[in-house]
């Protein structure tokens, strides 16, 4: 199915789990820590500026967002792991996560992005784990691939094969929103899950 990836709009965002509508349409989830670069990701998959309000400020977006794009709703979960916020805050935002990922919807694949420049962190571990325990079909992006040179890509490369489990046998891509790396095939990707519809 190609989709015209220009046409795709914010639809609504939701500060509670209990807000979120029941599922209607196929969904694809894009998890990550803080300021890994999930609403970058978005705009560059959709090819627009400002669709995923991007920020320099870590933890900034606290609601699940979700972007709508024919039939799929793409929804960016709050990035975690930022230390910088209150206990409470906290504790809403890991609720809004697992209830959205415990949820019965029609989710068709989760992008779960780490940066390539650093080894994963123990939450990026937590959720690897989750995805795989219950199953969840997952694509590893690995973001900011153009900030590495070739050797020292290569170097952290070897290094995933260590620090996540499973990394073999698990697809990833690596993505620049600076030089446009993985755009294609991460548009792929979404076209293979959602074709189904």
């Not at 965002?13 to 970058?40: D, L, M, R």
Request: with cysteine; proline share 4%; hydrophobic share 35%.
């Amino acid at each position: 199915m190609k989709l015209n990836y220009n046409k795709a709009e914010f639809y609504a965002s939701y500060g509670k789990y209990s807000q979120i509508p029941p599922p209607e349409n196929t969904e694809i989830a894009f998890a990550g820590h803080s300021n890994v670069g999930k609403s970058t990701l978005i705009n560059k998959l959709f090819n627009r500026k400002n669709l995923a309000r991007v920020s320099s400020v870590p933890g900034k977006t606290a609601t699940i967002n979700f972007y709508r794009l024919d039939n799929i709703f793409f929804v960016d979960l709050p990035g975690y792991g930022y230390a910088k916020v209150s206990k409470s805050e906290k504790e809403r935002w890991s609720g809004l996560i697992e209830g959205y990922l415990n949820d019965d919807r029609d989710m068709r694949l989760v992008f779960m992005l780490v940066d390539i420049r650093h080894s994963p962190t123990k939450d990026d571990i937590q959720m690897i784990n989750y995805l795989i325990d219950t199953e969840t079909p997952f694509v590893i992006v690995l973001t900011k691939a153009d900030k590495l040179k070739k050797t020292e890509r290569e170097k952290r490369m070897k290094a995933f094969e260590e620090e996540i489990p499973c990394f073999s046998d698990i697809h990833y891509v690596a993505f620049s929103s600076v030089t446009g790396e993985g755009v294609e095939e991460l548009r792929n990707i979404v076209e293979d899950v959602s074709e189904n519809d």
